[in-house]
């Protein structure tokens, strides 16, 4: 990937490959870089505010932005959907089961949970028990899983949705290819992945103190032509405070996007006969 980037010490790269060699070159400090990542968080209060980094008042405005995307895909992925086709999810980097909970289990029938802090694990799986969430057999967390993203390999099929939010900048670009490689098989036929990140304006900017790297648009579009997906939509969340890095949600697609062929295009693009 071609691009600049600096640390949050200031200091520069030329690109991220360059980076990479720094960080992650060899075994030692690729197991440090994952070790630094969680022990960040696990020195982190399991709460709204301590999983938003201080910014729990955004948490409302996040969830309606990421409900309107999600409707909008699940209308045109999942017409069908109900009865006859329960749904069931995937939640990235859980955290405290914040999406899950005020979101994803009011969408799908099963909502499993993927994260590696198992403080925060545990407060999720609190928040999300029957009695405290008012859940139903037909609207419920499943799985509860303690694994890093960049270990997991989910069941082949599972899941109509994997939803990843927040997390992604932890994985180096070679985990976050081979994550996504592994997790497309966990998908049903149709499935689709949605990710929202911090988007950088340009290259990227590696956070020293939890271990994370925020990518720009263009360096995850490169990331993604890698694992084989494809983007099918994509919307900018609004409302956020202006010293906050911009952030951006792709609905993620396996499918390879139709050609229009040039007689068809050139048809479309004709100027209508006005009558």
């Known amino acids: 990937m071609e691009g600049s980037g600096a640390d949050t010490d200031g200091n520069e790269f ?80 859980s955290g405290i ?19 590696p802090v198992s403080h925060f694990l545990e407060a999720a799986r609190e928040s999300l028990a029957p009695e405290n969430n008012g859940a139903s057999d037909l609207h419920k ?41 592994r997790a497309k098989l966990g998908l049903k036929a149709g499935g689709i992945f949605i990710l929202k990140e911090n988007i950088a304006r340009s290259g990227f900017i590696l956070d020293k103190e939890d271990r994370s790297i925020t990518r720009s648009d263009p360096y995850y579009k490169d990331l993604f032509n890698q694992c084989g997906l494809y983007p099918f939509k994509s919307r900018d969340q609004k409302g956020f405070p202006e010293e906050l890095f911009p952030v951006k949600m792709y609905a993620l697609t396996t499918e390879v996007p139709r050609r229009i062929s040039r007689t068809r295009r050139e048809q479309i693009n004709r100027p209508g006969v006005i009558k």
């Open 97 to 115: 089961g914040r999406v899950a909970k005020n979101l994803l289990i009011r969408y799908f029938n099963e909502v499993d949970l993927l994260e």
């Open 141 to 181: 967390a499943t799985n509860f899983f303690c694994v890093p993203l960049q270990e997991f390999t989910p069941d082949a099929g599972r899941y109509d949705v994997i939803w990843v939010q927040w997390c992604i900048g932890h994985l180096t670009d070679e985990d976050f290819i081979s994550f996504f490689k």
């Open 14 to 93: 030329k690109n991220a490959k360059e980076m990479w060699m720094e960080q992650v070159g060899d075994t030692t400090k690729r197991t440090q870089w994952y070790r630094e990542g969680v022990g960040y968080w696990q020195g982190v209060e399991a709460s709204v505010n301590g999983v938003l980094g201080g910014y729990g008042h955004v948490s409302d405005g996040d969830i309606l932005g990421s409900e309107v995307f999600l409707k909008s895909i699940l209308a045109e992925r999942f017409p069908l959907a109900g009865k006859d086709r329960p749904l069931v999810a995937l939640d990235c980097g």
